[in-house]
């Protein structure tokens, strides 16, 4: 499959419907479909490919060797590394979700940090990695994202780490290296993750956890504990009666000992 896909042909230039900054600067073949759009001060590494309807933002810098298929959309000042790949509709550097309570419902609290994606990483289509308030949201070298993934603000997550579809990151969270996170898992903010973590499918992480386990559930626990708990939690009605039973033969019992 990988020689299938070199062996496609490598589309080269900017098409004349697409809309280029005079101020943004343009590697080596580099490909720019119709009616994408290169911001001012943009800089395009070597041999990347701009697809239709994609939106690259003042001031980013796209590395070497990228895709960035149709309709994505690169806010200003992110920052993307080497050989990534970003899919149709992902969003890289949209506002962090950040308001302050006040008397007449909420005030937005600018987000003037950014987005940077090292190299060799593959974000899914309609994935989201959100600005930091300050600083930068961290997506770390070779991490692989699903589609429908959200990444909050000020988010890190390590190099080498794999998530599923519709995982869900709160703001300020950081996650390890060579994590593995099954669909719909959801990672409460600000707390720390460590590395070699294997997050079961619809798990809700509410607390740090150290690396190197495997966890499920919400809130998680060991991932054999929750086998266990799971194969009783079926028979829980059964488990009621019964013990209601006892219960009656019991206090029936205490009678005839008081009598």
Request: with cysteine; charged share 15%; hydrophobic share 40%.
């Amino acid at each position: 499959m990988t020689l299938y896909e070199q062996s496609k042909p490598q589309k080269v230039g900017v098409d004349s419907l697409a809309s280029v900054a005079s101020t943004a600067k343009l590697g080596e073949n580099v490909y720019v479909a119709p009616f994408a759009v290169i911001g001012e001060s943009a800089i395009i590494g070597d041999n990347t490919k701009i697809y239709a309807h994609a939106v690259i933002g003042e001031n980013v810098k796209l590395g070497e060797s990228c895709i960035v298929y149709p309709n994505v959309t690169v806010y200003h000042d992110c920052r993307i590394g080497n050989r990534v790949i970003l899919h149709a509709g992902s969003v890289i550097g949209a506002d962090g979700f950040g308001f302050a309570p006040s008397l007449d419902g909420y005030e937005k609290i600018p987000q003037i940090g950014n987005v940077t994606i090292e190299d060799d990483v593959e974000i899914g289509a309609n994935t989201c990695i959100d600005r930091a308030t300050m600083g930068s949201t961290i997506i770390h070298r070779g991490v692989k994202l699903d589609n429908l993934i959200q990444v909050a603000h000020n988010v890190e997550v390590g190099s080498h780490t794999v998530m599923a579809s519709q995982v869900g990151i709160a703001g300020s969270a950081k996650i390890g290296e060579w994590c593995m996170f099954g669909g719909q898992v959801g990672v409460a903010g600000h707390i720390t993750l460590g590395d070699h973590l294997n997050v079961g499918a619809q798990s809700g992480i509410p607390g740090n956890i150290k690396g190197n386990q495997t966890v499920m559930g919400s809130p998680t626990i060991d991932a054999r504990n929750f086998a266990r708990s799971s194969a009783v939690f079926k028979k829980l009605p059964e488990i009621y009666t019964t013990i209601n039973a006892m219960q009656k033969e019991l206090n029936e019992l205490k009678k005839q000992l008081g009598n």
